[in-house]
């Protein structure tokens, strides 16, 4: 069984439009963080939610909206899609406290045309 | 920024060990020493982490020094499916989302 499923696995759209990522964990974690890599391969933080509510949310765009229904899914919605958020989305979690490792699953490959 | 620096590659012949060293000169007491990887395409994987002592699975070895200053995470026989991009990260808490640097790109040659 996949323990961080991300759907769907490849995204190609045009620019403007508004695309969602969704993100499921089935390991029980308390914690769930978007990463996003870019073209240069650089992994950074994007949002951090615990038990549904929002923790962390670095400098991103207001364009890119997090939304968590549960503590089990974190979904990325992102409205008027620009070239430069082409990159690879990554999602991931956590149980709280420390000494715990992350788990990531295994990436949403964004392309705008 | 990351806290931690790597060599930006290193070579390793197949069966054979890997031995990636890390430098986080600053690292503070209450912070561990996260070791991932990134095959090509998929997601980072988690390989091990430690705070003072040195630490094995089944995966690979963690060696952190008396000081804490540098770690050296070691994949005892190295094989083809263990080239990857290897972060070293320092962080004070398993969910403190993480500073990836740019890691060691390992090759494992045959």
């Known amino acids: 069984d996949t323990a961080v499923s991300q759907t769907p696995k490849y995204l190609v759209t045009q620019m403007g439009n508004d695309k969602s990522i969704k993100c499921e964990q089935n390991?029980?974690?308390?914690?769930m963080y978007w990463y996003k890599q870019d073209s240069k391969k650089f992994l950074k933080i994007m949002f951090s939610?615990?038990?549904?509510?929002?923790?962390i949310n670095e400098t991103v765009p207001n364009r890119f909206s997090p939304k968590s229904p549960d503590k089990a899914h974190l979904n990325l919605h992102i409205n008027s899609l620009e070239l430069g958020d082409s990159a690879v989305y990554f999602c991931?979690?956590?149980?709280?406290?420390?000494?715990?490792?992350?788990?990531f699953g295994d990436g949403t490959r964004l392309s705008i045309l | 920024d990351a806290k931690t620096t790597q060599p930006p590659s290193m070579d390793c012949a197949e069966g054979r060990a890997a031995n990636l060293p890390c430098n986080h000169s600053?690292?503070?007491?209450?912070?561990?020493v996260y070791w991932y990887r990134q095959i090509h395409s998929q997601g980072p994987q988690y390989i091990i982490h430690?705070?003072?002592n040195n630490e094995t699975n089944e995966m690979a070895s963690l060696i952190i020094t008396e000081d804490r200053k540098s770690s050296t995470l070691i994949l005892p026989h190295a094989t083809l499916r263990d080239t990857a991009v290897y972060y070293c990260?320092?962080?004070?808490?398993?969910?403190?989302?993480?500073?990836f640097g740019k890691g060691t790109r390992l090759s494992v040659i045959a």
């Open positions: 991931a979690s956590s149980q709280q406290g420390p000494n715990q490792p992350q788990h």
């Open positions: 390991l029980g974690h308390d914690t």
């Open positions: 939610y615990n038990n549904k509510e929002l923790i």
């Open positions: 600053t690292i503070s007491g209450n912070e561990y």
């Open positions: 430690g705070l003072k």
């Open positions: 990260i320092v962080t004070d808490s398993g969910n403190t989302p993480l500073v």
